[in-house]
């Protein structure tokens, strides 16, 4: 059998190893590439689930599998893996209708608990479920989340995600499988698409910005340093039947953010002191005000417990992970 891949998963067993092995879902995608790469290196079996055939660096197996395939499909790929980091799901979407609140509960609900469930049937260890930051809310004011504030998703995509927690949780606690469970705020790297993509033609523009006034404080978290805490999560004592929260450990505001991504492009934007009341005000008529809202406003997440008690660093600074994502 190749290791890049199941040439015939009916007669497929994973190997008997002295390595710990781990099953990822979503693979193909942004952070589950980084994750398979650093795991591989580190010493571990990677087996990489993804919907479409792909390759995946650093995975040592790689099945084709999608979150509602039959039971016996997932617990023969599953048999004999230690740990399980799922990644898969319906991803959030600009202008998400509420009609989709169903798409969403199928895929991101009823899918994890199905994965889940075959998980704790076969033996796995340690079920890492990574969420998002957006179960907790979409704007901080006062202080920043922590991860035993009450969940206040605003819409489906959120709503879906704490439903999966809920609901892979619920698997955990009656059997005898671990379970973590780690929101990030906004991931970046090279090759990152959607918002923060934009964020980065923007300070590339010779055009003047209108966002020099605004003095808000948003966490982020480079790909790389997401994927390092997963790794720690995956075999801490403390790291069990915890939910954390990841960030770099600096807040930038828009300006400082724009400012930071154009210098290290060889930029110097033009930042206008625009009042963000005004581009809030004017956000309807632009057809942008999610985007804007964002732009002006504040999220930031609360990190310490993961230093405090997992002993986790970033490993890389914000501006080492900016660096890498646009050069």
Same mark, same amino acid.
């Given at each position: 059998?190749?290791?890049?891949?199941?040439?015939?998963?009916?007669?497929?067993?994973?190997?008997?190893?002295?390595?710990? +092995?781990?099953?990822?879902?979503?693979?193909?995608?942004?952070?589950?590439?980084?994750? +398979?790469?650093?795991?591989?290196?580190?010493?571990?079996?990677?087996?990489?689930?993804?919907?479409?055939?792909?390759?995946?660096?650093?995975?040592? @197996?790689?099945?084709?599998?999608?979150?509602?395939?039959?039971?016996?499909?997932?617990?023969?790929?599953?048999?004999?893996?230690?740990?399980?980091?799922?990644?898969?799901?319906?991803?959030?979407?600009?202008?998400?209708?509420?009609?989709?609140?169903?798409?969403?509960?199928?895929?991101?609900?009823?899918?994890?608990?199905?994965?889940?469930?075959?998980?704790?049937?076969?033996?796995?260890?340690?079920?890492?479920?990574?969420?998002?930051?957006?179960?907790?809310?979409?704007?901080?004011?006062?202080?920043?989340?922590?991860?035993?504030?009450?969940?206040?998703?605003?819409?489906?995509?959120?709503?879906?995600?704490?439903?999966?927690?809920?609901?892979?949780?619920?698997? +955990?606690?009656?059997?005898?499988?671990?379970?973590?469970?780690?929101?990030?705020?906004?991931?970046?790297?090279?090759?990152?698409?959607?918002?923060?993509?934009?964020?980065?033609?923007?300070?590339?523009?010779?055009?003047?910005?209108?966002?020099?006034?605004?003095?808000?404080?948003?966490?982020?978290?480079?790909?790389?340093?997401? +994927?390092?805490?997963?790794?720690?999560?995956? @075999?801490?004592?403390?790291?069990?039947?915890?939910?954390?929260?990841?960030?770099?450990?600096?807040?930038?505001?828009?300006?400082?953010?724009?400012?930071?991504?154009?210098?290290?492009?060889?930029?110097?934007?033009?930042?206008?002191?625009?009042?963000?009341?005004?581009?809030?005000?004017?956000?309807?008529?632009?057809?942008?005000?999610?985007?804007?809202?964002?732009?002006?406003?504040?999220?930031?997440?609360?990190?310490?417990?993961?230093?405090?008690?997992?002993?986790?660093?970033?490993?890389?600074?914000?501006?080492?992970?900016?660096?890498?994502?646009? @050069?």
């Amino acid at each position: 059998m190749s290791a890049r891949g199941i040439a015939d998963r009916t007669s497929w067993t994973p190997a008997v190893h002295g390595r710990p +092995c781990v099953l990822i879902t979503g693979a193909s995608g942004f952070v589950g590439r980084s994750l +398979c790469a650093m795991l591989h290196d580190l010493g571990w079996l990677v087996i990489a689930t993804t919907r479409r055939t792909t390759d995946v660096p650093g995975a040592d @197996t790689i099945a084709q599998l999608a979150l509602g395939q039959q039971p016996a499909d997932w617990r023969r790929v599953l048999t004999g893996v230690d740990c399980v980091v799922h990644l898969a799901g319906r991803v959030h979407q600009m202008g998400t209708a509420a009609k989709d609140e169903q798409a969403f509960s199928v895929d991101n609900v009823e899918g994890s608990r199905f994965l889940a469930e075959a998980s704790a049937d076969v033996g796995v260890r340690r079920f890492v479920y990574i969420s998002s930051i957006k179960v907790n809310g979409e704007a901080t004011h006062v202080k920043p989340f922590a991860a035993t504030d009450r969940p206040a998703p605003q819409d489906a995509y959120a709503r879906s995600k704490l439903a999966a927690e809920t609901a892979i949780q619920n698997v +955990c606690e009656t059997g005898d499988m671990e379970y973590v469970c780690i929101r990030p705020p906004l991931v970046y790297g090279r090759g990152v698409g959607a918002n923060f993509a934009r964020l980065i033609a923007l300070s590339r523009t010779r055009l003047p910005l209108p966002f020099g006034a605004i003095k808000n404080a948003r966490s982020l978290v480079y790909v790389d340093n997401l +994927c390092d805490l997963i790794r720690l999560s995956l @075999t801490h004592p403390s790291a069990a039947g915890r939910t954390w929260l990841v960030s770099d450990g600096e807040d930038l505001s828009t300006p400082e953010l724009l400012r930071r991504l154009a210098q290290l492009q060889g930029f110097r934007p033009t930042l206008l002191n625009v009042p963000p009341a005004v581009l809030i005000k004017l956000a309807p008529v632009l057809g942008a005000t999610g985007p804007i809202a964002r732009l002006c406003g504040s999220l930031r997440v609360d990190g310490t417990p993961a230093r405090e008690e997992l002993g986790w660093r970033p490993p890389l600074t914000v501006n080492q992970g900016l660096e890498r994502t646009v @050069t």
